[in-house]
């Protein structure tokens, strides 16, 4: 994981024969939006014998990295034995599966729920787009935390609906789940670039394995862990069947034949 502040500084996407391939897919090369850039990535490993492409971070000056990437130049030192100055770095995209999920106003409550506060990638507050560059996310979540516990604090001075609320929580019941299953099936149909049929599948094959699984009377955090990843990833199916455009992060082959 790369910050993508080192394209932003002036760091080249290269494939495996060390062509500059950006420029193919759009017309800001290495500066286009990360939907763009991840699915051309993939575009590109399709057609190579490496799992991965390289970021060129050698066009960069020494002054520049030591100034604003040294945490960057130290990591792939460390665990990669990479001298950035002079050797690229292998990267791949990182997926972000679910962004903006929760509705919230612009103190990051909840709309239509009471006495609940989201804020960062969780959030839809509609302020970055489709897209949620880390930068922004993170500028994002910064601001909305002081506006949203600012508000918190005046609501609960206000009213007492937190002590009113009843939360009637059903037992739950808690499977035998495969946590490396549930990953790869997600990753596998859920990722930068879905179809209908893969959706489909991953959702079938989330379902069976949850109903099959059998039921733990003694149980473990790791247990609940993975049930919750694998509801959560039903949902994450579900909604991405249901979705009738590609906006952002979400891109489904089968909707640009539409």
């Known amino acids: 994981l790369i910050t993508e502040a080192l394209r932003g500084a002036g760091a080249i996407l290269r494939n495996e ?5 950006m420029p193919q897919y759009d017309a800001r090369a290495s500066l286009a939006p990360r939907d763009i850039v991840s699915r051309a990535i993939m575009s590109e490993i399709k057609k190579s014998t490496i799992q991965h492409i390289f970021l060129d971070a050698t066009v960069l000056s020494r002054s520049t990295i030591q100034q604003h990437f040294p945490n960057i130049q130290l ?3 460390q665990k990669l034995g990479i ?5 690229w770095i292998p990267v791949i995209p ?3 599966y679910a962004c903006g999920g929760i509705q919230v106003d612009a103190f990051g409550k909840a709309i239509g729920v009471d006495a609940l506060y989201a ?12 897209n949620r560059l880390a930068s922004n996310s ?16 005046e609501a609960l001075k206000e009213n007492d609906t ?12 808690i499977k035998k789940m495969d946590r490396a299953f549930v990953q790869h099936t997600v990753s596998n149909y859920a990722g930068i670039e879905k179809t209908n049929a893969g959706l489909q599948t991953g959702f079938n094959e989330l379902t069976q394995a949850y109903h099959q699984a059998s039921t733990l009377t003694h149980w473990t955090i790791e247990d609940w862990e993975n049930n919750v990843l694998c509801q959560v990833g039903m949902m994450l199916f579900k909604d991405a069947l ?11 082959v089968d909707l640009e034949k539409i």
């Open 83 to 87: 001298d950035i100055h002079q050797q």
């Open 242 to 252: 249901s979705q009738t455009e590609n906006k952002g992060v979400f891109f489904n």
């Open 162 to 173: 937190l002590q009113k609320m009843i939360f009637n929580f059903k037992p739950i019941t």
């Open 119 to 130: 804020i960062g990638e969780a959030a839809s507050t509609g302020l970055h787009g489709a």
């Open 94 to 96: 990182v997926e972000h």
């Open 138 to 153: 993170l500028i994002e979540g910064i601001v909305f935390a002081k506006w949203g516990a600012a508000k918190m604090i």
């Open 75 to 77: 990591a792939c030192s």
């Open 17 to 21: 024969q060390g062509v500059d391939f």
